[in-house]
């Protein structure tokens, strides 16, 4: 997936003093200057992404990938590109970018979902003012534009799998599709000693949302207990 990377610009160079501010109060990135204010790409920085098979790949930027626009001729700033680290959490699941970037309508079913009220989390509506269909990236990674790191809340919410992985759709619905058997699903409140005294509609404050995130029309393990 080749992207045009945009040339270095008087608006770059205007972000200099902002962003050594930010560094000198810790902050040493900010997604919403590189996004709204000079308008790369997702696909510019994480070049890694396209070719990534595993949920367990940083596909963070390199100091090459950096460096195209923070080279060291430019000065200041951009003479001290680095390679991004960060500790990747083990994942229990399995997922693959490049399979899911080879999905036209990825995020067309996202928005479906979004607006036809089958999206059981968070609002629908803000949520739906976050995606950006000609950004396939911000289907699932959402209000990078308006932050500086990525954090917990930028990653895609169990709705987001299920606007594809739902029964009687293309992409498989199993639970272990994507959940690997050494990990345990369960919520933790449905280990509790008394949720079975206590797991009907009426004790769950009637948030049946909740419940079809997992309880879909082709998951129904009632069977198993009563």
Do not use: W
């Not at 991004?84 to 399979?99: C, G, N």
């Not at 990078?144 to 759709?169: F, N, V």
């Amino acid at each position: 997936m080749a992207h045009p990377v945009r040339p270095l610009s008087a608006a770059v160079v205007a972000l200099v003093g902002s962003l050594l501010l930010a560094q000198e109060s810790g902050q040493r990135f900010s997604h919403s200057v590189h996004i709204e204010t000079v308008g790369l790409t997702c696909a510019q920085c994480h070049t890694a992404v396209a070719e990534s098979r595993s949920a367990k790949d940083a596909n963070l930027p390199t100091a090459e990938t950096c460096g195209v626009c923070h080279s060291a001729e430019a000065g200041d700033l951009r003479g001290r590109a680095s390679d991004f680290s960060a500790e990747v959490p083990a994942r229990p699941v399995l997922f693959s970018h490049k399979q899911h970037l080879a999905i036209s309508d990825l995020v067309p079913q996202i928005v479906k979902a979004l607006e036809s009220g089958s999206y059981p989390e968070g609002d629908p509506a803000a949520i739906r003012r976050q995606v950006d269909a000609e950004e396939v990236c911000t289907g699932c990674h959402r209000g990078l534009e308006e932050t500086d790191l990525g954090r917990r809340e930028h990653y895609p919410l169990m709705s987001d799998c299920l606007a594809c992985h739902k029964p009687k759709a293309n992409a498989m619905s199993g639970c272990r599709t994507c959940h690997i058997p050494e990990f345990d699903i369960l919520p933790a409140d449905h280990r509790a000693a008394t949720f079975f005294d206590q797991h009907s509609a009426e004790d769950q404050g009637k948030n049946l949302n909740r419940c079809r995130q997992c309880h879909t029309p082709g998951f129904n393990p009632c069977s198993q207990c009563h």
